[in-house]
Nanobody
């Protein structure tokens, strides 16, 4: 089992920044690819970004490319999501997730473990 706990969400004005963290425990963190997803009210959960086990590879949704950055610190068992130039449409609950396999990192159904989520609200 892997336990994931997100933090860092909050209320921010459009154009502002936030840094989300996801702390992992339970298994060897560096064995897992990590992803970030978000879900807005009335919408399906959508892929935001993912990072490989070593951190050498990253993937992003087109909607956040150039604004969001995913990183990880395997020594601290933590993955981060830096959110810059935030827009009201970024408002959602943000979830981190872990998966053993490196394939299909953009698909939420392929992830094995999930955190409880952290709310990000961007005001206009």
């Amino acid at each position: 089992q892997v336990q994931l706990v997100e933090s860092g969400g909050g209320l921010v004005q459009a154009g502002g920044s936030l840094r989300l963290s996801c702390a992992a425990s339970g298994r060897t963190f560096s064995n897992y690819a990590m992803g970030w997803f978000r879900q807005a009210p009335g919408k399906e959960r959508e892929f935001v970004g993912a990072i490989s086990r070593s951190g050498s590879s990253t993937w992003y949704a087109d909607s956040v490319k150039g604004r969001f950055t995913i990183s990880r610190d395997n020594a601290k068992n933590t993955v981060y999501l830096q959110l810059n130039s935030l827009k009201p449409e970024d408002t959602a609950v943000y979830y981190c997730a872990a998966k053993i396999s490196m394939v299909q990192v953009t698909l939420s159904v392929k992830y094995d473990y999930w955190g409880q989520g952290t709310q990000v609200t961007v005001s206009s």
